[in-house]
């Protein structure tokens, strides 16, 4: 039900009635609004197949999400030789490629494959694979990571010399701007899609709530 929006200060507002409320309400509202209960399940019963790939799609949301929020971080990086400055590098760094091979694996057929990526950016993929899964995932050696460790012997102590090296893309990989980009643009691109079969097969619009993007 919807309240009339013409009148001064009185904005729309929308009540939802539960189903097992109608048995309260007078027998003509009654089978009234029974009666557009039944028209809708019976419009979902027919793009039932549409609506799992909704929900496939919006499986990916999260990482998709932060996958966005990590690269704006990095992009928007400054280094500044201190400690902090490297570990919060590191930290958007392990966030962007962890938070990307989610998004690729998916979860409940919500990932994509590397064959829908344009060619020259799968490099870049397999890069971001090969860095989570021997780097970020598990202790395997990385060309990015050295760890070497020196003993020297002086007078009558020995002397544990700890070298890590640690390499980083400051702001992240020039490719990762594009790979970002047409990630966010392919779910849209899905979703489009499946709203458009969702109009065709129903003769109803079908719309989700819109708003500008979070910071």
Do not use: C
Request: glycine residues 6%; hydrophobic residues 40%; proline residues 4%.
């Amino acid at each position: 039900m919807q309240d009339d929006p013409t009148g001064p200060g009185n904005e729309a507002e929308y009540y939802m009635l539960p189903e097992e409320a109608l048995q309260f309400l007078p027998e003509e509202w009654r089978n009234h609004f029974q009666a557009m209960a039944d028209s809708g399940r019976a419009v979902l019963e027919t793009v039932e197949k549409e609506l799992s790939q909704l929900a496939r799609i919006s499986n990916s949301f999260t990482s998709l999400a932060a996958l966005k929020h990590s690269h704006k971080r990095l992009s928007e990086y400054k280094l500044a030789t201190e400690m902090d400055s490297i570990l919060d590098l590191d930290m958007l760094t392990t966030t962007f490629v962890v938070s990307y091979v989610r998004l690729h694996q998916g979860g409940n057929g919500s990932g994509f494959a590397r064959d829908v990526l344009p060619e020259h950016l799968r490099t870049i993929h397999d890069q971001i694979i090969d860095m989570r899964n021997r780097r970020f995932a598990h202790n395997d050696e990385h060309y990015s990571v050295t760890n070497a460790l020196r003993v020297e012997f002086e007078g009558n102590r020995f002397h544990v010399i700890f070298n890590l090296t640690l390499g980083y893309f400051i702001a992240g990989a020039t490719e990762w701007h594009e790979l970002v980009k047409f990630l966010d643009e392919m779910t849209v691109k899905r979703m489009q899609k499946v709203f458009a079969r969702l109009t065709e097969k129903t003769g109803y619009e079908w719309v989700m709530p819109t708003g500008p993007a979070p910071n």
